[in-house]
């Protein structure tokens, strides 16, 4: 490693994919220094996964002292009360616990933290405020950002970001998107007691993801008291008084106590200089790279949400890890994104691993679609009207389990074991010949015996 610059890598932006590539290569001996300009964990930690989570908790525990009456357990209504000011203190004081978490396991790799907004000034050379620094290479790792659609108002709306800051809970609300972030905080709010909302323009939600999943997921929200409208947009937002009227695209108006918009992020390359330095952007507005991650720049290379490969934090770790590889160790390996398993911790949550049912006849052509929906066992006393659905897809050729999605609680719990199942190859007949754990919703993923349907 050349003693020409200060540093051998010097990485842009302290989130998950970052932090990865920032420690893995300190500790392979290289001088690493990481800049970032916010908080240490980026939006995972922050305004991402760990703090939606926790609000996931929060928000479920009024189901639960619901439910315990089928039990037998007596809760006096008057007695029960929340105070959101406390439950976003203790978040915050998570939050506070693992930014210096992130901060000591980059100080113990001998990793120098620099506070501050990085701009290119060369290919190897980055100004942070007045200190300009040299390394011979760069990592750009900054994320990405929410996006406000632009319509008339749109500085009234407030996004994934602001959610989790608000200083008091709204009577009601709307949630405008489709996605991830859309149907997680809808479950959020109307399990905190807000009247809900769910807007998007699109005839069905969760793009991307199964149609058996989404078709159940829509018809599970709307069990739970969230308003779910497919096909329509917003096309203004006026304040009036302590709410906002919102027009729609359907002619009709909408009266709310706060609009949240989960429409999209973007890449967050603003300021860095990228342009005069003469790495490209894609079409979408993503740091272009080749499967190494390396830009039309030599020295210069990307990773994590910047890059718009799935914007997932374990992805981006994996890239950290693959990076550092072939920047310091043996220069060999690539990213594997085949059957990534994601969760959605909506309520019910999601979990899936594997192609689509569509996208799986296009890959392997005939499947056999193994499915089964059915009540969890905790509500037959509980006498909640909540479902499960669980589905497999075969590869009828070599009886592969190509994919497996659900919904259901603690679905992403039950997907990660799946998931390594489906990694190895596994078939439907070692799921056939695995034991049940019972009783167990689980055991139904190796105990479904017939399939609903054989396609293509």
Known sequence: MSEHYEFDLVVIGAGSGGVRLARMSAQRGARVAIVESRYLGGTCVNVGCVPKK???YGSHVGEDMADAAGYGWTIPEDQV???????????NAEIHRLNGIYQRLLENAGVTIINGSARFEDAHTLSVGDRRIHARHITVATGSWPVVPDIPGKEHVVTSNDMFYLPQLPGEAVIWGGGY???????ILAGLGVKTTLLYRGNLFLRGFDDDIREFTAAELRKKGIDVRFGVNIDAVTPEGAHYRLDLSD??????????????????????GLDALGVQLTDSGHIDVDEHFQT???????LGDVIG??????????????????????????MDYSAIPTAVFCQPNIGTVGPTESEAREQYGRLRIYRTEFRPMKHTLSGRDERCLMKLIVDDASDRVVAAHMVGPEAGEMLQGIAVAIKAGAT?????????????????????????????
């Open 54 to 56: 926790l609000f996931v």
């Open 81 to 91: 009360k929340f105070d959101w000011p406390t439950l976003v203190a203790n978040k």
């Open 181 to 187: 972030i859309a149907v997680e905080f809808a479950g």
């Open 251 to 272: 002619g009709s108006r909408l009266n709310t106590g706060l609009v949240m918009a989960a429409t999209g992020r973007r890449a967050l390359v603003d300021g860095l």
């Open 296 to 302: 039309a720049v030599p020295s210069v290379t990307a």
């Open 309 to 334: 490969t799935p914007q997932l934090t374990p992805v981006a770790i994996g890239q950290g890890m693959v990076l550092s590889r072939r920047l310091f160790g043996d220069g060999e390996g690539t």
């Open 428 to 456: 439907k007949a070692v799921f056939d010949s695995t034991v049940g754990i019972h009783p167990t919703s689980a055991e139904e993923f190796v105990t479904m015996r017939e399939p609903e349907r054989i396609v293509g």
